[in-house]
Every structure is written in C-alpha cells, then in structure tokens.
C-alpha cells in the first residue's frame, strides 16, 4: 500500500512537471544508476553538440514500471513528455492510443528499414509507421562473475544446470554470497526468462511466453523452471527484499557475492566503477542458453506535440540511430548496435560476443523477445505473471501451486 502510494504521488508530482520550451528535448527515462547515466550522457551531449537543450525527466526503478506509471500522468494530464524510453508492447499499446509521431520522413531519409532488424521493427513500427527509434539491444540471459573469486575457487565457467548449481555451492561453502539479487518483481522475472530458456529451450518458450499457450504455461517443464527458481533463492543473501539491481552488481564488483544473473545493463556498472571483462570480472550467457538470445531493446517514443514531429524530435530521433553514436553510446552501457551495419571492434570482448550472437540470432529467426522486459507480451499479462513469480520466490507458493496460479493468471490478465 505505501509502495503504491508513493508511486502515485510520483505520478501526481509528475503531472505538474513543465513542459520543454523550443530548441529543447524533454526525456522520460529510468537510466539513473551510475552506468546507465553515464551513457544516457553520451546522448546528452551528442545533442547538445547541435544546439539542443536537455530537459531531463528521470524516474528510479529498473525495468521501468515507475516510469510508465508517471508517463500515463503525464499524458492524461495533456502535458506528454518530448521523448521517452520505452519497451517493446508499451510502444505498441501507445501508438494504438494514436499519441505517437510520424516517423517515416525520418526513417527514409535515413535508411533505417535496411538497417533495423524486422525483430526490432516490431516494434518500432505500429501500421506500418515508425514509432520509435531503437537505441540499443541488451539481453537477459546473462551471468556475471566475479574473476577474483572464480580462481581463488577454481570455478571454471558452467556450461549446464548442474554445473551451475555445484559453482553457487562452492562459493556459499566459502563464504560468499553465491548470487547476488535484489528482491524486485522485475528482477525476479529476469531470471525467469533464462531460466525458462535454459529448462524448456526456444520452442517452450515462444509458447509460454509469446504465444500464451496454456499447455506451455501449465506444463512440467513449467513446474521445474519454479523448482529451479526455488534452488536460486537457496543462494541469495538475507538481505535481498527491494534491494536495487545496480547494488546487486555492487556485490559482485566488491568481492562480497560470485554472480549475479541479470541483462548487460549489468555490464555498465561495472565499467562504471573502472573494472574491466576477463580481467575483474567474466560474462556468459546462462548455462543452457549458449546460443540463445532473449533480448530487449530501448527505444525513443516521440510524443505528438502537434501535427508534426518538432525538429528537436527529429534532431533526436537521427542521432539515436547513426552510426557513430551507436558505438559511443553502446561501449557505455553495457549493450549492442541496434543496427547489424556495423563494425564494433571498439566494444569490449561481451560487447562483440553479444553483437555477434545478436546478429546470428536476428538472422535465423532465434532472436526472442524477453518477457521480463516487455518483448514477449503485453504490460497486463506481464505484470500478472510478474506477481505469480515474485510470491513463488518468496515462499508463498510451492512449484505446482505457482504453476497453477500462472495458467489462471495469464487467463484473467489476456
Ligand atoms: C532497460 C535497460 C535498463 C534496465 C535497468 C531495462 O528494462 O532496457 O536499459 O538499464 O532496465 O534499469
């Protein structure tokens, strides 16, 4: 109750925010941890390069629930922001409402249909128009560890369930907070996606998470991804309820916790703070997921302020998709080009890894959306599985209660 009522007087503090005056972009988004603004100022300042102010409109919480919550006052309060980082079916469920600008001018000018990958026009595009530009692709399926502890324990990097499971043992066994995790439904949900992939693989997935197939949902398979989960709660720290993502990659950074398992946001705050992969710390995809991608993509929505896109709207929308930026802004927070056009041989080596797998991914028809983040289905039926997932982390459920509860869930939210 008091978590909800903060999060309406955000919104009713947001409704009253002021609107950007010419020659100025206002941005919603909820980059605040130090990665993530630290590159959310590689865009700043490209725009400022052109003469264009920055009003800024942060909101805290990763994955971005709050930010939607304050975007909808905003909105319904007739005073839109500029522009606003957004995710997959949030995109689509605000073009639908008609609130989003033209950008096809744009898009042709720059050739952006040859260069964005149709999994990523998806949502970009709603009826054909573009909608929103993408400015990077991150993906969930990720381990984060700390190298330090890796050899001091002998822990070679897992390649199966199994494996993983014995490496988290012998990290609690010395002393170590084995994972990392902060206690937050979308947090919880993160891990769901790779879990899921790793347990069931890419068919069980699309029929669990994008297609909403009930016998997916209710299945066995379903029943061990929650027993699964329910062995990783057996490695988290008594102090994980609420505790922000970027201070689990804290954690790992100071040598207190071995791994973490979240996007490659992750990887951000760990440049952030000076360390570097392969030498501070490793990257690897979630045991099982070797060739999987499950992905996200942060887009820019431009809000209709009038009948046509304004040309700070559109000075944003060609620096987000050009080529140079794309690497600054990429090498910065931890995720790849949201083009297939380029070469990154200036990213780090999970930088060139994930781009590579993103691209054969993209090319092959194996790029899948992640529930955790709004790629597989929409916000209502996220959300529902959300609280299903949480309760069960929490001990609320067991497995096949969970598995119960997600089958009616989906059914009610659809
Ligand atoms: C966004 C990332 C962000 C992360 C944590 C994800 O939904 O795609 O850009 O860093 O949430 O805030």
Avoid at 25 to 42: F, I
Wanted: proline share 3%; hydrophobic share 45%.
């Amino acid at each position: 109750m008091r978590g909800f009522s903060r999060i309406l007087g955000a919104a009713a503090l947001a409704a009253t925010a002021g609107m950007a005056s010419a020659g100025d972009v206002e941005v919603l988004h909820w980059w605040t941890s130090g990665g993530e603004a630290a590159a959310l100022n590689v865009l700043r300042e490209d725009l400022q390069k052109q003469g264009i102010g920055w009003q800024d409109m942060p909101v805290a919480g990763g994955g971005g629930t709050q930010a939607m919550t304050v975007l909808r006052a905003r909105v319904t309060a007739g005073n839109p922001p500029t522009a606003v980082q957004m995710l997959g079916f949030d995109i689509t469920d605000w073009a639908r409402e008609g609130a989003l600008a033209n950008l096809n001018d744009i898009a042709a000018k720059n050739g952006w249909d040859s260069v964005v990958p149709a999994a990523l026009q998806k949502f970009s595009k709603f009826d054909g128009q573009w909608v929103a530009v993408p400015v990077n692709v991150h993906s969930t399926n990720w381990v984060w560890a700390n190298k330090a502890i890796m050899d001091k324990l002998g822990i070679s990097q897992p390649e199966t369930w199994d494996e993983f499971v014995a490496a988290l043992q012998a990290a609690k066994d010395a002393g170590y907070v084995a994972l990392a995790h902060g206690g937050q439904a979308w947090q919880e949900a993160t891990i769901f996606d790779a879990v899921a992939m790793s347990t069931g693989g890419p068919d069980f997935y699309k029929a669990a998470f994008i297609d909403l197939d009930e016998d997916a949902l209710g299945s066995d398979t379903m029943k061990t991804v929650f027993d699964r989960m329910a062995t990783l709660r057996g490695f988290v720290d008594d102090n994980f309820s609420g505790r922000d993502w970027n201070l689990a990659t804290a954690m790992v950074i100071n040598g207190e916790a071995a791994f973490q398992l979240m996007g490659d946001w992750a990887k951000g705050e760990f440049l952030n703070a000076g360390k570097q992969p392969g030498k501070d710390f490793l990257c690897y995809r979630f045991p099982g997921t070797q060739n999987q991608v499950t992905f996200n993509s942060d887009q820019f929505a431009m809000f209709r302020q009038g009948d046509k896109v304004s040309p700070e709207q559109a000075a944003l929308a060609e620096a987000i998709l050009s080529p140079g930026f794309q690497i600054a802004f990429n090498k910065v927070k931890g995720s790849v080009p949201a083009r297939t056009d380029l070469d990154v041989s200036e990213l780090d080596a999970c930088g060139q890894q994930g781009y590579k797998e993103f691209k054969a991914a993209a090319a092959s028809g194996n790029l899948y959306g992640s529930f955790a983040h709004g790629h597989a289905n929409p916000a209502a039926v996220k959300n529902a599985m959300y609280d299903v997932i949480t309760a069960h982390f929490n001990g609320e459920y067991d497995s096949a209660t969970a598995v119960k509860e997600l089958v009616t869930a989906v059914q009610l939210a659809r």
